[in-house]
């Protein structure tokens, strides 16, 4: 037995370990614990639900919740209370937490429009310290600091985004990576260096070129794609292939065996109808090679008869609506002249035409009547309300409308086709645009019409890039020349027009949503002329003879705006002296009035008496045929254009038609194409 003192010296031993032991657990009970919140992983509740748990928590948990707060918050769109929280956050924060911080003062900043800051925030980002999420949010602000523009960081961005996402936000990055590719010009895609081992963004490259190489042939396309897909197997957009190119993947061509064409045979929009149907039947009868005739045999031809044989034959071209039997005066003349007309070419197609009287009876049983006798594609409806009658009847058909209504809606088996001054306004815009004017003044009528024109130019000035452009209305004729009898001119100054987008858009990747730039509205201060680099000029020809010396009288010979017309101003029978006034100023018009085809045009100008209104249509007929026989190609094909009489023809998403005009210009008086 050991003696007493001894257990005890050992015993006394103990109680320091005992006292140090019970020391540190009280400390360690006392000190910061490692938080169990995960603010690198997704957030799955709402702002409040965050933010009660900051108003809990009393440890270092507190900040993490106050971090996964502000993000709902953010997400949410509670921008104002976001910037609260992070004022509020502490200054000492782990590595963790800062990196997350720093990602969410660079999306705050992107919402207060200080793209420099929020790109400063971004730098300071160690991506390699992030977890997945992050870094596909990281991504994410790359992107929207592109804030559109096509580069090659903002494809490196998208390519580094892609395999962090999954579903629809993996789509959408396929599709948006696909969709700044086809905003780089050819020669800017040509001139890309790369590194040797991106091998992801050299697949997307060749994809892009197998793309121009092939949009006009839908069969072209198609085997393309494959053999892009085969020789790149590994490329996300082989795997998933962008939404568009998938539907090109898809296309088979639309049948034409049976045609409905649906116009207003009678009232105050036949003679307009008329002349849409000549060029429709022309195109089709393959009669736009045809020598010119007389003009007085050619007008005494009214295109809504143009060689229709009676309803009770069933030929391809009758009119099987009951309204059809009401025949203007003219076609008694044209059944006896018709005989000496010159020989024309074969039918160009053997496709079934039968047209449908919209003005006889209402449209929805018009569609019904189309469909019960077989028609596999209508072209029509020409009035907007007939348009969108049809747009909300969920028909089968295939629709190409001879208009659009004020609300596009996208249908997979319907497209728009119509001329408008919108359509101009907007080809306007990105002319000059290309031609390097960025501060134009708009001089349009006093009207809603000139509201339109307005509206649309703006908008389009301002997805080029472009500041508020300045407008200035005028009145009538009389109104005019009372201001040229007064010495008055017009002065290049207007006030700005405020642009109201029809869809803001902003960058929506990973769960993460980067507002659009919020659209300040500009007082409506007048402009000094100095600052006018252009002027659009929305006019008739009269109208046009007065503003031109009027913007001279205050500005003379030494103003260097540049001045542009639409084909408003251009009609048949200005002389020489009209040319000879108008040196200098540009103006647009469709292709055939622009000289294209001088045999057609010459035709086409004797056929409605040089009422150059009345060409048109009868272009727009020509390329409804066009279009009609393309229909898949254009509803499906990505790219898909068509060189058309009415300006080149393409298709946005929605599958409106737009077209791009021929631009000319006065020269010594002569008309020349514009450079």
């Known amino acids: 037995m050991l003696p007493s003192k001894v257990v005890r010296h050992k015993a006394g031993r103990f109680v320091p370990v005992l006292l140090a032991g019970l020391i540190l657990a009280a400390c360690s009970g006392q000190g910061p614990r490692t938080s169990n919140v995960n603010i690198q992983g997704p957030i799955t509740g709402g702002s409040d639900y965050y933010l009660q748990q900051v108003q809990q928590s009393s440890d270092d948990s507190r900040t993490d919740?106050?971090?996964?707060?502000?993000?709902?918050?953010?997400?949410?769109?509670?921008?104002?209370?976001?910037?609260?929280?992070?004022?509020?956050?502490?200054?000492?924060l782990s590595d963790t937490q800062q990196q997350e911080l720093l990602l969410l003062k660079s999306q705050f900043l992107f919402n207060q429009q200080n793209v420099p800051g929020a790109i400063q925030q971004l730098n300071q980002v160690k991506v390699e310290d992030l977890s997945k999420e992050q870094q596909a949010r990281y991504y994410g602000l790359k992107i929207a600091a592109a804030q559109g523009k096509t580069s090659l960081a903002l494809l490196r961005a998208f390519i580094a985004q892609e395999p962090l996402l999954s579903g629809d936000e993996h789509q959408k990055n396929i599709d948006a990576t696909w969709q700044a590719l086809t905003q780089l010009p050819p020669q800017d895609a040509a001139s890309l260096v790369i590194n040797a081992d991106e091998n992801t963004?050299?697949?997307?490259?060749?994809?892009?070129?197998?793309?121009?190489?092939?949009?006009?042939?839908?069969?072209?396309?198609?085997?393309?794609?494959?053999?892009?897909?085969?020789?790149?197997?590994?490329?996300?957009?082989?795997?998933?292939?962008?939404?568009?190119?998938?539907?090109?993947?898809?296309?088979?061509?639309?049948?034409?065996?049976?045609?409905?064409?649906?116009?207003p045979l009678n009232g105050q929009a036949q003679v307009f109808a008329s002349a849409i149907q000549k060029g429709f039947n022309d195109a089709k009868n393959g009669e736009l090679n045809a020598a010119p005739q007389p003009a007085t045999q050619q007008a005494a031809q009214p295109a809504a008869a143009e060689g229709a044989p009676p309803a009770s034959t069933g030929e391809a071209n009758s009119v099987v609506s009951p309204a059809a039997a009401a025949i203007t005066p003219a076609d008694t003349q044209q059944s006896t002249e018709t005989q000496a007309q010159?020989?024309?070419?074969?039918?160009?197609?053997?496709?079934?035409?039968?047209?449908?009287?919209?003005?006889?009876?209402p449209i929805q049983q018009v569609m019904q009547q189309a469909q019960q006798d077989g028609a596999t594609l209508v072209v029509g409806p020409l009035l907007k309300n007939n348009v969108e009658a049809v747009a909300n009847s969920q028909t089968p058909l295939n629709v190409l409308a001879l208009n659009a209504p004020e609300q596009i809606q996208n249908h997979p088996n319907i497209c728009y086709f119509?001329?408008?001054?919108?359509?101009?306004?907007?080809?306007?815009?990105?002319?000059?645009?290309?031609?390097?004017?960025?501060?134009?003044?708009?001089?349009?009528?006093?009207?809603?019409?000139?509201?339109?024109?307005?509206?649309?130019?703006?908008?389009?000035?301002?997805?080029?890039?472009?500041?508020?452009?300045?407008?200035?209305?005028?009145?009538?004729?009389?109104?005019?020349?009372?201001?040229?009898?007064?010495?008055?001119?017009?002065?290049?100054?207007?006030?700005?027009?405020?642009?109201?987008?029809?869809?803001?858009?902003?960058?929506?990747?990973?769960?993460?949503?980067?507002?659009?730039?919020?659209?300040?509205?500009?007082?409506?201060?007048?402009?000094?002329?100095?600052s006018v680099d252009s002027v659009y000029i929305v006019s008739t020809q009269a109208e046009l003879q007065l503003i031109k010396p009027m913007i001279a009288m205050r500005t003379g010979s030494r103003s260097a705006a540049s001045l542009y017309a639409s084909s408003r101003s251009y009609q048949a029978g200005a002389g020489p002296d009209f040319r000879l006034e108008m040196e200098g100023l540009q103006f647009s018009d469709i292709p055939l009035l622009s000289g294209h085809n001088p045999a057609l045009m010459q035709r086409a100008a004797q056929s409605f008496n040089n009422d150059y209104s009345l060409v048109r249509l009868y272009a727009m007929g020509?390329?409804?045929?066009t279009l009609a026989n393309s229909f898949n190609q254009v509803r499906q094909t990505p790219g898909f254009a068509i060189d058309g009489n009415t300006g080149r023809l393409s298709a946005n998403p929605d599958c409106v038609i737009n077209r791009t005009l021929s631009w000319s210009q006065y020269r010594q008086g002569e008309i020349v194409p514009a450079s």
């Open 342 to 361: 010159p020989a024309v070419s074969a039918p160009s197609s053997s496709a079934q035409v039968k047209v449908y009287d919209t003005s006889s009876q």
């Open 418 to 530: 119509a001329l408008s001054p919108e359509d101009e306004a907007r080809d306007a815009a990105h002319h000059m645009w290309n031609q390097g004017k960025r501060q134009p003044l708009l001089l349009v009528p006093r009207s809603s019409f000139g509201d339109r024109v307005v509206n649309a130019f703006a908008q389009e000035w301002q997805k080029l890039g472009g500041t508020a452009p300045l407008q200035q209305r005028f009145g009538s004729t009389a109104e005019l020349k009372q201001g040229i009898n007064s010495g008055a001119g017009i002065a290049l100054s207007g006030t700005p027009v405020n642009i109201q987008p029809a869809e803001p858009q902003g960058v929506t990747v990973a769960g993460l949503t980067i507002p659009s730039p919020q659209q300040q509205s500009t007082p409506p201060e007048a402009s000094s002329g100095g």
């Open 201 to 263: 963004l050299q697949g997307w490259l060749d994809l892009l070129n197998v793309w121009r190489a092939n949009a006009q042939d839908g069969e072209m396309l198609k085997s393309a794609l494959k053999d892009w897909q085969t020789r790149y197997p590994q490329n996300p957009a082989a795997k998933t292939l962008p939404t568009p190119l998938s539907q090109a993947q898809n296309y088979t061509k639309a049948s034409t065996s049976t045609i409905a064409l649906l116009l």
């Open 65 to 92: 919740w106050q971090l996964l707060a502000i993000r709902a918050l953010m997400k949410e769109g509670k921008y104002p209370q976001a910037g609260q929280q992070l004022n509020q956050l502490p200054s000492q």
């Open 622 to 625: 020509i390329d409804a045929w």
